[in-house]
C-alpha cells in the first residue's frame, strides 16, 4: 500500500501538482481504501471553507470591441477636422472648414458626433495659444514690415532730397564767395560779363572766368549734385579757361557754350543805353545773380535739377535759398528769374531785372533772318 501525505493530498485537492504526481496520487487512491478516507475527510474540511470553489470569471463590458473602434474613428476624424480648421483665417471659414472636415461615411449616421468638439494637439494648441508661428502670425509681420517700408521709404526719398539741396547750395555759396570776391576787384563793382558778341556771349562764361581768375579751382563746384545724370553727360568735358575759350574753333566752341556753364544758370546783364552791362554788386536781397539751371521743356522755364521740387538760388547779397515753385514768376513776388519783362530770354530791360540764362543762353535775342 501506498502511504500519501497530507501534503500529498492538498496538493492534488488544489491543483498543485503536475500531471505525474497527479497520476500517482489517484492510484494510490484507487488502491488504498484508508488513503481513500483521508482524501475524503480533506476534501470536506476544504470545501466547508470555500477553497475548493471554481474561481469565478470575469467577463468584458458588453460592446466594448466596438466602442473602442467609434473611440478611435472619433479621434482620427478630429484630427482631420483640427487640420482643416487650423488652415481657416476668418470665422467663416473655420465653420466652413468645420463642414468639410465631416467624415464622408459619417455623415448619415453619428451626425451628432460627427460635430464634436475639436480637440487640439498639444504643437496645435500652442499654436492656439500664441508660442509658435502660424500662417497668419507670417501675415500680419508681412504687412507690419511692408507698412513700415511705406513710411520709411517717403522719408528715405526726401533725407536724400535733401541731402543734394544742402550740397548744391553749398557749392552755391563757394560759387557766391568767389563772384564776391570777382566783385571786389574790379573798378565798378561788376560780375563777370556776359558780352553782346564773340566767344565770351553766353551765360556760362562766369565759370570760365572764376577758373581764369583762380577764384575756383575744382570744376565739379559747377555740377549741382541734385542732377547726376547732367553730371554723368558732361563727364570728359572739362571746362576752358579764357584763353581756351577765346582761341577754340567754331565746332569745339559749340560744345564749350553748351556744357561749360556746368549745372547753373547766370545772369544775362541788362541793357542800359542801347549797351548791355553786366550786374553790379548793390547786395540786393531779391536780385538772383546765380541758380539751378533753367530748362526749356519745363513750365516757366523752371530747373530739372532736385527732381523739378524746385531750385537754389544765390542772390546777390550772398544768401541762398531753395525755393519751391513750379513757376518763379507767378507763385511768389519775385521778379521772373528766368525772363525779362519783355518775356523773352535776354538780358534785362534795366538794372533791376534779373534774368537767369543756362550755358548756351545769349543776352541779345536772336534775330532770325
Known amino acids: 500500500m501506498t502511504r500519501l501525505s497530507h501534503e500529498q493530498l492538498l496538493g492534488y485537492l488544489l491543483g498543485a501538482l503536475d500531471s505525474k504526481e497527479c497520476i500517482e496520487i489517484e492510484r494510490a487512491l484507487a488502491e488504498c481504501p484508508v488513503a481513500a478516507a483521508e482524501f475524503e475527510k480533506i476534501r470536506s474540511s476544504l470545501d466547508t471553507v470555500g477553497l475548493l470553489d471554481e474561481p469565478t470569471q470575469e467577463e468584458p463590458p458588453l460592446c466594448l470591441a466596438s466602442r473602442t473602434c467609434e473611440f478611435v474613428e472619433d479621434q482620427i476624424a478630429a484630427y482631420q477636422a483640427e487640420t482643416v480648421v487650423l488652415r ?30 475639436v480637440k487640439l494637439s498639444p504643437v496645435s494648441r500652442l499654436e492656439a495659444q500664441g508660442r509658435t508661428l502660424r500662417k497668419l502670425d507670417l501675415a500680419i509681420a508681412c504687412s507690419v514690415i511692408l507698412t513700415g517700408a511705406a ?94 575759350l577765346d582761341a577754340a574753333p567754331d565746332e569745339q566752341l559749340e560744345m564749350y557754350h553748351r556744357t561749360m556753364g556746368g549745372g547753373y544758370g547766370y545772369s544775362l546783364g541788362y541793357q542800359q543805353d542801347e549797351t548791355l552791362q553786366p550786374p553790379r554788386n548793390g ?87
Do not use: W
Request: with cysteine.
Open 151 to 244: 513710411l520709411c521709404l517717403p522719408l528715405l526719398f526726401t533725407s536724400q532730397l535733401q541731402a543734394k539741396i544742402t550740397g548744391c547750395q553749398n557749392q552755391l555759396r563757394q560759387l557766391g564767395l568767389a563772384l564776391q570776391n570777382y566783385s571786389d576787384l574790379q573798378p565798378d563793382g561788376s560780375f563777370p560779363a556776359v558780352l553782346a558778341n564773340g566767344p565770351r556771349s553766353v551765360a556760362g562764361v562766369y565759370a570760365p572766368t572764376l577758373l581764369s581768375n583762380k577764384l575756383i579751382e575744382n570744376q565739379r563746384t559747377f555740377f549741382c549734385p541734385g542732377n547726376p545724370q547732367l553730371v554723368a553727360s558732361l563727364a570728359g568735358k572739362p571746362i576752358p579757361t579764357l584763353e581756351q
Open 283 to 369: 547786395r540786393r536781397t531779391s536780385y538772383p545773380l546765380l541758380a539751378d539751371a533753367p530748362h526749356d521743356s519745363q513750365p516757366g522755364r523752371v530747373s530739372t535739377n532736385h527732381d523739378r521740387m524746385g531750385q537754389n538760388m544765390l542772390f546777390e547779397d550772398g544768401q541762398v535759398r531753395f525755393i519751391k515753385m513750379s513757376n518763379p514768376a507767378e507763385e511768389t513776388a519775385l521778379d521772373d528769374p528766368f525772363h525779362n519783362r519783355l518775356g523773352e530770354v535776354a538780358a534785362g530791360i534795366d538794372f533791376n531785372d534779373a534774368v537767369l540764362g543756362r550755358s548756351n543762353d545769349r543776352p541779345m535775342p536772336v534775330v532770325l533772318p
Open 88 to 117: 481657416a483665417v476668418t470665422a467663416d471659414a473655420i465653420q466652413a472648414a468645420e463642414e468639410t472636415a465631416r467624415p464622408a461615411d459619417a455623415a448619415d449616421k453619428n451626425a451628432d458626433k460627427v460635430l464634436t468638439k
